[in-house]
């Protein structure tokens, strides 16, 4: 089992920046794939980023290529999703993921995963 806490969520205007973290517990994280992903109020859960378990590989879904960095410090348990120049339509509840399946490839579907955290709020104002 993992057990997954996301935090650095909040209140932001556009264009502003937060970093959200997502601290590891239970087995060897170091192993596992990472993502992030996101829903807004009345819409399905959206992939966001992904990591490979040594970080060197990662994957963005357009929307956020460019503004969102995803990295992990595996020292220390936590993979971290770095949000600069936020939108409103950023606006939606994120929460990481870690999967089972090999920690050398990146996962983009939700099914793919097995164990999330409880989420982190990120609203940004227009």
């Known amino acids: 089992q993992v057990q997954l806490v996301e935090s650095g969520g909040g209140l932001v205007q556009a264009g502003g920046s937060l970093r959200l973290s997502c601290a590891a517990s239970g087995r060897i994280f170091s192993n596992y794939a990472m993502g992030w992903f996101r829903q807004a109020p009345g819409k399905a859960r959206e992939f966001v980023a992904a990591?490979?378990?040594?970080?060197?590989?990662?994957y963005y879904v357009d929307s956020v290529k460019g503004r969102f960095t995803i990295s992990r410090d595996n020292a220390k348990n936590t993979v971290y999703l770095q949000m600069n120049s936020l939108k409103p339509e950023d606006t939606a509840v994120y929460h990481c993921a870690a999967t089972e399946r090999s920690g050398s490839y990146y996962y983009i579907n939700g099914w793919e995963y097995d164990y999330w955290g409880q989420g982190t709020q990120v609203t940004v104002s227009s």
């Open positions: 990591i490979t378990w040594s970080g060197g590989s990662t």
